[in-house]
Nanobody
Framework: QVQLVESGGGLVQPGGSLRLSCAAS????????IGWFRQAPGKEREGVSC???????????YYADSVKGRFTISRDNAKNTVNLQMNNLKPEDTAVYYC???????????????WGQGTQVTVSS
């Protein structure tokens, strides 16, 4: 069964950093585009970042405007993970973060599947 598992969340002060990881069981991550999403209380789930499939070309990365310059998405193919390095965290980054897989990044959220259970990120002093 294809499944993604997120890890690395926690409580951090504003300005701090966290590194989230998305691990896969049942398939090789680099054959899929992997997206990171987040959902804050009372808000809809939103896209944060995405990295394209490595199958045919070099990775292409995408970021929401709200995280551009602070978050970095990357692959570790040896560990079959996709990581999200989050720097200069702000209280508005507080949310449950999810990863999911799709055939390409530039598609609707409904096309992403194999959602993980999420990892909580709380940014607070």
């Amino acid at each position: 069964q294809v499944q993604l598992v997120e890890s690395g969340g926690g409580l951090v002060q504003p300005g701090g950093s966290l590194r989230l990881s998305c691990a896969a069981s049942g398939f090789t991550l680099d054959t899929y585009a992997i997206g990171w999403f987040r959902q804050a209380p009372g808000k809809e789930r939103e896209g944060v970042s995405c990295i394209s499939s490595s199958a045919n070309s070099a990775d292409i990365t995408y970021y929401a405007d709200s995280v551009k310059g602070r978050f970095t998405i990357s692959r570790d193919n040896a560990k079959n993970t996709v990581n999200l390095q989050m720097n200069n965290l702000k209280p508005e980054d507080t949310a449950v973060y999810y990863c999911a897989a799709a055939t390409k990044c530039l598609t609707v959220q409904a096309d992403f599947g194999s959602w993980g259970q999420g990892t909580q990120v709380t940014v607070s002093s």
